[in-house]
């Protein structure tokens, strides 16, 4: 008999909490993927049992009911019918769901996916720029006066100067803008009718790039004489923001709400000339008005604050932990005003050894997160930006590894400060600036010593790295943890590979291709791409590192999300719901953090027999459409 899919969607909103409690709904190939307010008003239990749904999940913020395919499009249609909702995509439903969370988290995934994606320019320059600089600064080779080093130095440089574009481009991606509006935003934070943010601290470059001779920045008055006190109302300093990311983050994130509220307000027939024209002109000038000059005056406190405690071990080590900080801020480079100061009046520039150290501690706590992850996408970003860091171009690190995991970035702070401490009371420096890391060698007045710097540095943020930090599947109560001893007394083969996931046998046996399992709605794929699995033993054992997503009421099936947001199922038996949870017992509950070899089920096999049932083991990859290379245990 045909499914009522009017009746079945009816069914499913009637057990949802009300049309209020529904954020948003999407589907994919088999599932209805909803985005709730209050889980607490789901009726879980009920919607199991809805003619139609095929089982349900929890992850990653969405409920997702399997329906099938061919089937759920249908279900989806009438689901909108009744509720009265708009159709959305697999995003809007992740987008949503990850609004859901709290706002420190939505603020340190946005950052990281700002710049997780930009990580391949910035390592490549990084490594480029350390090698060159390092090259350059040996003395007979002769290569910084080579066109070699000018091309490379060029190249090398290239992400670091136009950062602010990178950012802006990556930003409006993420914050939902134009990316090309983005783009121009970025550019006109380093227009070459502006002057280069990093020569700021230069009466001479001021002086040469104005025309004038007082060494001050000039201004653009925009809005007249307006006065607040000595304060002109809207000016405008002629200066870049080379070097800077927050305030292009800020920039373009008040940009991308400016185009979307525009695209809302304003009518179709004119909106494509009126939205970009109002939105970038609106944006340029709250940027370099507000925030812009915001931004500046935290840097005068933040560099004048710097001079101070630079002076002793105890503002060194202060120094030390918070330079990465900056870094995140955008200020560092500002650093080279101190840096140039010092070489001027007494010739050895003290500052460099407190950079290094904080820059190192970098490199040491990135490569512990590097050695130790176990996760292959981590190791790969992780183990190249730690050399990069260890050059002395510590973004990429910072970045895209040690802020993202956060405990990483303290660690890395404590090394800093450690080290700095040594650095001021042995009084070592350096004949040069901007050059730290491993290159600083060929700077520093006393190499010995500088090594040891680097080890402390380095191997305290190592040593606290490997200590504290976990990767967030391995953050598992203690009684999780004592169940993971238990660890099947087999090597498990992978029975599912996807997007560079593995999925291990979850219990001992002959792995047979999903057309072999005794059950339409498996064999077919409708519920995922998997196996069945005839087992040689009683006990099912998590297959990876993961999460409990969902424990079926009769102990015979547990749903399970894993590495790269994959979701199993793995269902004991064919038809054995009907057993209702007699010869099953479960030793995991929703929610639980899980490790590999920790024990999920146990089953009697002989008390499924003897009921008339197969006992196969069912391994269903439920979001396999999610992935382009799914492969099975024949192919793995």
């Known amino acids: 008999m045909a499914l009522d899919y009017h009746k079945c969607a009816e069914e499913i909103f009637s057990h949802l909490g009300g049309r209020d409690n529904i954020v948003s709904a999407a589907h994919c190939a088999t599932r209805l993927r909803l985005v709730i307010a209050d889980n607490s008003k789901v009726d879980t239990k009920a919607l199991e049992n809805v003619e139609g749904v095929k089982g349900l999940f929890n992850s990653n913020g969405q409920l997702q009911l399997i329906i099938g395919t061919g089937t759920v499009n249908k279900v989806y249609e009438e689901f909108l019918a009744i ?31 700002v710049f997780v994606p930009i990580l391949p320019a910035i390592v490549a320059s990084g490594l480029m720029m350390g090698l060159v600089e390092a090259l350059g600064k040996i003395e007979g080779l002769g290569f910084a006066n080579s066109d070699w080093y000018a091309f490379l130095d060029m190249i090398s440089a290239t992400a670091f100067a136009y950062l602010p574009v990178i950012v802006a ?14 783009a121009v935003i970025g550019l006109s934070m380093i227009h070459s009718s502006l002057l280069n943010g990093w020569n700021v601290g230069s009466a001479d470059a001021i002086n040469s790039f104005f025309g004038v001779a007082d060494g001050v920045v000039q201004k653009w008055y925009l809005f007249g004489n307006i006065k607040i006190g000595d304060y002109v109302l809207l000016q405008i300093n002629r200066q870049g923001y080379q070097g ?45 008005t507000i925030i812009g000059p915001i931004f500046s005056t935290l840097e005068t406190y933040v560099l004048s604050f710097a001079q101070v405690l630079v002076r002793n071990p105890f503002g060194a080590m202060i120094m030390g932990a918070v330079y990465p900080v900056t870094v995140v801020m955008g200020l560092h480079h500002m650093y080279n005003i101190i840096e140039a100061g010092m070489l001027s009046s007494v010739g050895l520039n003290t500052w460099m050894p407190i950079a290094s150290a904080a820059n190192f501690a970098q490199f040491g706590a990135c490569l512990a997160v590097g050695l130790k992850a176990r996760a292959n996408k981590t190791k790969v970003i992780a183990v190249p930006s730690s050399m990069s860091a260890a050059l002395g171009i510590t973004e990429p690190a910072i970045f895209g ?19 700095s401490i040594f ?3 042995t009084g070592i420096g350096a004949t040069a600036y901007g050059v730290t890391g491993i290159p600083g060698f060929l700077t520093i007045n006393n190499a010995g010593v500088y090594a040891i710097l680097l080890l402390i540095s380095g191997g305290i943020a190592f040593v606290l790295t490997t200590v ?44 047979v291709k999903s057309e072999e399992i005794p059950d339409d709605a498996f064999s077919s794929g409708a519920l995922g791409i998997g196996v069945g699995i005839k087992p040689d033993d009683n006990v099912v054992y998590a297959p990876f590192d993961g999460k409990i997503s969902t424990v079926i009421d ?21 038809d054995t719901v009907k057993m209702k949870g007699d010869g099953f017992n479960c030793f995991v509950s929703q929610d639980e953090e899980v490790k590999k070899g920790q024990k999920l089920l146990e089953f009697d096999r002989k008390k499924i027999k003897d009921a008339g049932y197969s006992d196969m083991v069912v391994v269903l990859l439920t979001n396999s459409d999610d992935y382009d290379d799914v492969k099975t245990a024949s192919d793995c």
């Open 83 to 113: 509720t009265g909702m708009t159709a959305a995509t697999k995003e809007d439903v992740k987008a949503a769901a990850a609004a859901r969370q709290p706002l420190p988290k939505q603020m340190v995934k946005a950052l990281g996916d």
């Open 169 to 182: 481009i990556s930003a409006a991606r993420v914050f939902g803008g134009n990316i090309f509006l983005g």
């Open 244 to 288: 800077h990311v927050i305030p292009v983050i800020i920039a373009v994130f008040l940009m991308c709400k400016i185009e979307q509220w525009l695209h809302k307000h304003v009518p179709e027939m004119i909106d494509l000339f009126v939205t970009p024209l109002c939105t970038v002109l609106s944006t340029a000038l709250i940027t370099f």
């Open 401 to 419: 590894v040690n802020m993202r995991f956060f405990k990483p970035f303290v660690c890395a702070m404590i090394g800093g400060a450690v080290g």
């Open 423 to 425: 650095g001021a009371m």
């Open 468 to 511: 504290i930090w976990k990767e967030e599947t391995e953050a598992a109560p203690a009684a999780a943890t004592a169940a993971a001893s238990s660890a099947p007394a087999y090597e498990a083969p992978v029975v599912i590979r996807a997007g560079g996931n593995e999925v291990a046998a979850p219990v001992k046996g002959e792995a």
């Open 554 to 574: 009769t102990k015979h099936a547990v749903g399970i999300s894993g590495p790269g947001n994959m979701e199993l199922l793995i269902h004991v038996g064919i």
